[in-house]
């Protein structure tokens, strides 16, 4: 069905091919020859060896417009078998040899007409282009175009000195480790105080099992659940007030250290200042050879 279709598509009559060209070798063909039996095998819908046909014919001319002829075909049946980019391109080289190339609409498909005009336009306009800027070229005026003169090297300039960076810039950064120090200890107090008041909590909550009366709270209840509850429950007891003392001195350790990292942060940094503005050689270290009656060495510190 579909070859019937191709042939009623390219509509290509064998008048043109002779009973020589069908029945002679195809080695000793001449393009042309090749180019005819191509042409029969495209109506027949044999696309594979229409495609070898004019394969053979490329090489065996140089004519612009057998080229142009057998790229065209060759463009036709990539169409067939929709490869449309091959067909494109295919037909773009059938124009390029031969441009006086038409589909004609009674013979070819809508598609494939639309298409090889598609892209006979294109390259029309592409050639069109290409003329517009060689003659705009050509009529540029000389007083603009400008010839490339040697140039005399220049003379070579010291390069800029760059300005001394600031006096701030120049300072290192400051670390305050005493400060760091002491704040990651009053952190860890306040994480211990938190800790140990859970824990004296955790000792209040069983204490409270142990009495009864549930509906109460835990302070208005007077009478113990089981015989046995007395001695746990001083016991919970006990403990909770321990814990309670140590969460209070971590409490208390965490402020102090929270304090005393606020004035290391102050005074760490006065320090460091102090220090970024002296100049270097008053800040220097020396050992000296001491000479004289007792020989020795010396060490020479300036502030």
């Known amino acids: 069905m579909r070859r019937s279709l191709v042939a009623l598509l390219f509509g290509l009559g064998l008048a043109s091919s002779g009973p020589s060209a069908l029945g002679q070798p195809a080695a000793s063909m001449t393009a042309e020859s090749l180019l005819r039996r191509a042409v029969t095998r495209v109506a027949d819908g044999s696309f594979r060896e229409a495609r070898a046909l004019l394969g053979q014919a490329l090489t065996r001319t140089r004519e612009s417009a057998t ?19 091959e067909a494109r391109l295919s037909f773009r080289r059938a124009l390029s040899h031969a441009p006086h190339l038409r589909a004609d609409p009674h013979r070819y498909k809508p598609q494939v007409v639309a298409l090889f005009d598609e892209v006979r336009r294109a390259l029309a306009a592409e050639r069109t282009l290409a003329a517009e800027r060689a003659l705009a070229a050509e009529r540029a005026p000389r007083a603009h175009r400008t010839e490339a003169r040697p140039r005399a090297p220049a003379a070579a300039k010291a390069p800029p000195k760059s300005p001394p960076p600031p006096r701030d810039a120049a300072r290192p950064a400051r670390r305050r480790i005493w400060t760091w120090v002491a704040g990651a200890a009053a952190l860890a107090s306040a994480a211990v105080a938190i800790g140990v008041g859970l824990a004296a909590r ?38 909770m007030g321990r814990k309670l003392v140590g969460a209070n001195v971590a409490w208390a350790l965490a402020g102090v250290l929270t304090a005393g990292a606020v004035v290391l942060f102050w005074l760490e940094g006065r320090t460091e200042r102090a220090a970024s503005d002296r100049p270097p050689s008053a800040r220097a270290w020396r050992v000296l050879p001491q000479l004289g009656a007792a020989s020795g060495l010396s060490l020479d510190l300036s502030y």
């Open 67 to 85: 080229l142009g002829q057998v790229h065209f075909y060759l463009g036709l049946i990539a169409a067939a078998e929709d490869r449309t980019e």
């Open 202 to 239: 955790s000792d209040r909550d069983a204490a409270c099992e142990l009495l009864a009366e549930p509906s109460l709270p835990c302070a208005e209840r007077t009478r113990y659940a089981t015989p046995a509850a007395p001695s746990r429950y001083e016991e919970l007891h006990a403990s």
